[in-house]
């Protein structure tokens, strides 16, 4: 419920405060005083679109500051959650208009934008008028009122719709992936088959690097080695130092110890050389090789890094790569049972929604003709019971909130042909229809302040005053401002104020008055003998009041 309004250099008001109560509270004065500026101030702090140019004449800023008590249920906290702002049961919106034209917000004094100012203004105000384009008169939004009047649960049909959109999409990646590998298939296939059959395994290259490296210097070397064990054999150091051993030991006997010493490091001098041939006999066994086995190394040495560069790895990483390939391969040999499965699953998704979408268009046919009763009730107490409301539903393009298409249609008079609710009806019958639908529709709904700007524009008399008598009743437990030309409907007003326009020091402004019992009955006189009131006039303000 919107509690207070308070405005600040705003257009052609210097200092506005205002307190409003819950039921119906009325807006009147002349054409021209500014009650279209109360709508404009109001839209400004909830964010609307609307005039350009805001801020009074001579005044540096304009300002405008709303004030809400919010329930524990209302849907405005479920806003104020999703932007990261606190909810209490008081709801602050001020805004702030610069000379210069740029607008800053607040919601309960935190920095705000004119989105989340959009989105709260949605769930806490809703305003009606001849040319209302925000809810009734709006063919997109009908289809969400039926469902609000059928009391329609259109959560069930969206999950469905998700479930369809999620296997939609899953079924149409897995056909793409598809697509892509059969385009590589051949490639997958030859590759695979070059790594299993040459089946490198990690350090390979390493080890045939040394080996081939080994075996390329054996080339060089072994003819040296060999020289050098032919050198230390019979023919060799190993001959000669015996010759000398035998020689030695024949004089020994006669040389009375002198060659002892020379004979003992002839002796360990014939053993290091007996280890020291012993080891270039093995080095030559290790230096001999085939020299295919060289071909045999180079070639798969060559083989190895061959792939590797190809497929942009390392020769240790060609066996962790090969196994990839070999998942992408068994990924496409399975692919067609996969796309099977899954274009199930779209099926059974699809069937779901079927069912959910069918139940709901049921539930909107059941409420549409209820809807058309309850508005044909309303119709006839404010002199349209010649006229026919319908509500059209026609298939439409299947979605998350189903797929019917809804639209308010009306027909003016027996006979004549039906068509869209704001191209058939004029202006008063308009006003007429929109209250009758607002009535029925708001049934049940709760939380919102519900403005109707000069909605009994073109009705007179008794029409006036079955208006009057219709706003009275759907103010009942709700906020209803009304902005009015009608002494009918402002005397069923809980809460009047006049709006009034002043020139001082040749300075015009717009004001509001609260108006007591006896401000009420001058106004009401007013507006019902013009600017000579009467007592007669009073006297029929009196009886207004009365009801």
């Known amino acids: 419920m919107l509690r207070a309004l308070e405005i600040r250099d705003m257009l052609l008001i210097d200092r506005l405060d205002l307190r409003f109560q819950p039921g119906l509270n009325v807006l009147t004065g002349e054409t021209g005083a500014g009650k279209s500026i ?66 800053t917000a607040w919601v309960n004094d935190r920095r705000s934008s004119g989105e989340v100012l959009r989105a709260l203004s949605d769930v806490l105000v809703e305003l009606h008028g001849q040319h209302d384009d925000r809810g009734l008169l709006n063919p997109r939004g009908h289809r969400q009122l039926l469902d609000a009047f059928a009391g329609a649960d259109v959560g069930s049909v969206r999950a469905a719709w998700g479930g369809v ?5 899953a079924l149409a990646e897995a056909e793409a992936a598809l697509a892509a590998m059969r385009a590589e298939e051949d490639y997958l296939r030859h590759a695979v088959g070059e790594l299993d059959a040459l089946d490198p395994k990690p350090g390979e290259e390493a ?39 035998r020689w030695l030991d024949g004089a020994a006997a006669k040389a009375e110890g002198a060659l002892d010493e020379a004979i003992g490091a002839l002796g360990r001098a014939i053993t290091e050389l007996g280890e020291a041939a012993e080891g270039v006999e093995r080095a030559l066994d290790v230096l001999s090789f085939d020299p295919r086995e060289l071909e045999r190394v180079e070639e798969r040495l060559f083989a190895i890094r061959g792939l590797a560069r190809k497929h942009g790895v390392l020769a240790d990483d060609l066996g962790s790569f090969a196994e990839g390939m070999r998942v992408r391969l068994a990924a496409l040999d399975g692919g067609v049972e996969n796309i099977k499965g899954l274009r199930a699953a779209v099926a059974a998704a699809e069937a779901g929604y079927d069912r959910a979408a069918s139940d709901l268009s049921a539930l909107r046919l059941g409420a549409a003709g209820r809807l058309d009763t309850a508005i044909a009730a309303e119709l006839a107490p404010l002199k349209m019971e010649r006229a ?81 008598r219709r706003l009275e009743r759907l103010a009942d437990g709700a906020q209803i401002l009304v902005v009015t030309h009608s002494p009918q409907v402002a005397a069923r007003g809980a809460h009047h104020w006049r709006v009034e326009k002043q020139v001082e020091d040749g300075m015009t402004t717009s004001t509001v008055i609260a108006l007591g019992e006896a401000e009420r009955v001058d106004e009401l006189a007013r507006m019902l003998a013009g600017e000579n009131v009467t007592d007669a006039a009073r006297e029929a303000a009196r009886v207004l009041l009365a009801g």
């Open 165 to 169: 959109a999620a296997a939609r999409k």
């Open 388 to 468: 026919h409301f319908a509500t059209v539903i026609t298939p439409g393009e299947a979605g998350p909130e189903g797929r019917d298409s809804v639209e308010f249609t009306v027909a003016t008079n027996p006979g004549a042909p039906s068509g869209p609710l704001n191209r058939i009806a004029s202006g008063g019958e308009l006003s007429r229809f929109l209250l009758a639908l607002k009535v029925c529709l708001a049934r049940g709904q709760a939380g919102q302040t519900l403005i109707f700007d000069e909605i009994d524009r073109g009705v007179g008399g008794a029409t006036a005053d079955a208006v009057g």
């Open 38 to 103: 109360l709508l404009d101030c109001l839209g400004f702090v909830l964010g609307w679109r609307g005039r350009a140019e805001l801020v009074r004449a001579g005044a540096q800023q304009g300002e405008v500051t709303a004030v809400f008590d919010l329930s524990g249920d209302h849907p405005a906290r479920a806003v104020l959650e999703e932007a990261g702002l606190e909810a209490g049961g008081e709801l602050i919106l001020r805004r702030v208009n610069a000379a210069d034209g740029r607008k």
């Open 207 to 245: 080890e045939l690097d040394a080996r081939r490296r080994l075996m390329q210097g054996a080339l060089r070397i072994r003819e040296d080695v060999a020289r050098a064990f032919q050198a230390l054999g019979p023919e060799g150091a190993e001959g000669m130092m015996g010759d000398a051993a």
